[in-house]
C-alpha cells in the first residue's frame, strides 16, 4: 500500500471498502501477503507499505495507519517468516504532510512506529521530485532533510530518488534552471536528470548512516512520466551510464584505484 498525493498501488476493490475499517484491513491483508507469498523465491526484503505518513490517507487518521503498518507488517511475515521488513517514508520535507489533521510529520511517524514495536528491520526515505512529486529542491536543502534521519534507531536507505528528464519545471519547479513558459522549451532534460542523479546519489552513500540508495522508477511510462532509467522505448538514458560509474568508483579498492590511474 502506498499513498502520495494520492491513494496507490492498491485494487480499486480494496480501495473501495475504504469506508469499512474490519473489511478494508481484511482486503489489506489479503493484498500484502499474496504479494509476498508470490516474491517470496525472489527477495528477501519487503516494502509492505509505503507513505502511511502522507495527508492522502489523512481520513483515516494515524491510529489507524499505525494499525494499517502493522497488517501488512504481519502479512508479509505471514508468507515469509524470514522476511526483512523497510517502511517507506515519503514526502521528507513534509509538502504532502501540509498541516492536514490526521496525517503526520514523516520523522514523527517513524518514530511512532518504531515505538510501537511492531519489527521493522530498516526505513527508507523516498526523494522523488519534480511533476506529480515534492517540489524541487537545492541539494543543500536535500542533504538537509536526509541528515534528519541520523540516530533514528532503524537502519537508513534512501529507498527511491529520482526526477524527470522532460518537462517546463512550471508544477513542481527544476533544479539548475529556470521553469520555461516557453513553447517547447524544458526545464528538466536528460543531462539535468543524469546530473541531479548523480549527485544526490554521493550524497546518500557519503552518509554514514545511509545503508544503500536506489533510483525510482526502472522506465518511463507515456503520458504519465518521465523519470525512469529507461525511455518510454526501453532505452537506456544518460543517467543509467553515470549511476553505473559512480557504482563501479565506490567498489573498486582504492589501492586498485590508485594502480589503473598510474
Same mark, same amino acid.
Given at each position: 500500500?502506498?499513498?502520495?498525493?494520492?491513494?496507490?498501488?492498491?485494487?480499486?476493490?480494496?480501495?473501495?471498502?475504504?469506508?469499512?475499517?474490519?473489511?478494508?484491513?481484511?482486503?489489506?491483508?489479503?493484498?500484502?501477503?499474496?504479494?509476498?507469498?508470490?516474491?517470496?523465491?525472489?527477495?528477501?526484503?519487503?516494502?509492505?507499505?509505503?507513505?502511511?505518513?502522507?495527508?492522502?490517507?489523512?481520513?483515516e487518521g494515524?491510529?489507524?495507519?499505525?494499525?494499517?503498518v502493522r497488517?501488512?507488517?504481519?502479512?508479509?511475515?505471514?508468507?515469509?517468516?524470514?522476511?526483512?521488513?523497510?517502511?517507506?517514508?515519503?514526502? @521528507? *520535507?513534509?509538502? !504532502?504532510?501540509?498541516?492536514?489533521?490526521? $496525517?503526520?510529520? %514523516?520523522? +514523527?511517524? &517513524?518514530? #511512532?512506529?518504531?515505538?510501537?514495536?511492531?519489527?521493522?528491520?530498516?526505513?527508507?526515505?523516498?526523494?522523488?521530485?519534480?511533476?506529480?512529486?515534492?517540489?524541487?529542491?537545492?541539494?543543500?536543502?536535500?542533504?538537509?532533510?536526509?541528515?534528519?534521519?541520523?540516530?533514528?534507531?532503524?537502519?537508513?536507505?534512501?529507498?527511491?530518488?529520482?526526477?524527470?528528464?522532460?518537462?517546463?519545471?512550471?508544477?513542481?519547479?527544476?533544479?539548475?534552471?529556470?521553469?520555461?513558459?516557453?513553447?517547447?522549451?524544458?526545464?528538466?532534460?536528460?543531462?539535468?536528470?543524469?546530473?541531479?542523479?548523480?549527485?544526490?546519489?554521493?550524497?546518500?552513500?557519503?552518509?554514514?548512516?545511509?545503508?544503500?540508495?536506489?533510483?525510482?522508477?526502472?522506465?518511463?511510462? @507515456? *503520458?504519465?512520466? !518521465?523519470?525512469?532509467?529507461?525511455?518510454? $522505448?526501453?532505452? %537506456?538514458? +544518460?543517467? &543509467?551510464? #553515470?549511476?553505473?560509474?559512480?557504482?563501479?568508483?565506490?567498489?573498486?579498492?582504492?589501492?586498485?584505484?590508485?594502480?589503473?590511474?598510474?
Amino acid at each position: 500500500a502506498s499513498g502520495g498525493d494520492a491513494p496507490s498501488a492498491l485494487p480499486d476493490h480494496v480501495l473501495a471498502a475504504r469506508g469499512d475499517s474490519r473489511r478494508f484491513r481484511e482486503l489489506v491483508w489479503n493484498h500484502a501477503r499474496r504479494m509476498a507469498e508470490h516474491y517470496q523465491r525472489a527477495a528477501n526484503l519487503f516494502i509492505p507499505i509505503g507513505g502511511a505518513n502522507t495527508a492522502a490517507w489523512r481520513e483515516e487518521g494515524i491510529d489507524r495507519m499505525v494499525e494499517l503498518v502493522r497488517t501488512t507488517a504481519v502479512a508479509v511475515r505471514d508468507a515469509k517468516r524470514g522476511a526483512k521488513l523497510v517502511l517507506d517514508i515519503h514526502s @521528507p *520535507g513534509a509538502e !504532502a504532510w501540509k498541516g492536514a489533521k490526521g $496525517a503526520a510529520w %514523516p520523522i +514523527a511517524f &517513524l518514530q #511512532r512506529i518504531v515505538g510501537e514495536a511492531i519489527g521493522f528491520d530498516a526505513a527508507s526515505v523516498r526523494f522523488e521530485q519534480g511533476p506529480s512529486r515534492d517540489p524541487a529542491r537545492e541539494l543543500l536543502t536535500t542533504a538537509m532533510l536526509l541528515d534528519q534521519y541520523i540516530g533514528r534507531e532503524l537502519p537508513i536507505f534512501v529507498g527511491g530518488f529520482g526526477v524527470p528528464s522532460a518537462g517546463d519545471g512550471i508544477e513542481r519547479g527544476a533544479w539548475r534552471a529556470a521553469p520555461s513558459t516557453a513553447l517547447g522549451a524544458a526545464a528538466w532534460t536528460e543531462d539535468s536528470q543524469a546530473s541531479w542523479g548523480v549527485s544526490m546519489l554521493r550524497i546518500a552513500l557519503s552518509r554514514p548512516f545511509v545503508e544503500g540508495a536506489w533510483w525510482a522508477n526502472l522506465q518511463d511510462v @507515456p *503520458g504519465e512520466r !518521465a523519470d525512469g532509467l529507461l525511455d518510454a $522505448a526501453g532505452r %537506456p538514458k +544518460a543517467l &543509467l551510464n #553515470r549511476l553505473l560509474s559512480v557504482r563501479k568508483q565506490i567498489s573498486t579498492p582504492l589501492g586498485a584505484a590508485a594502480a589503473e590511474g598510474a
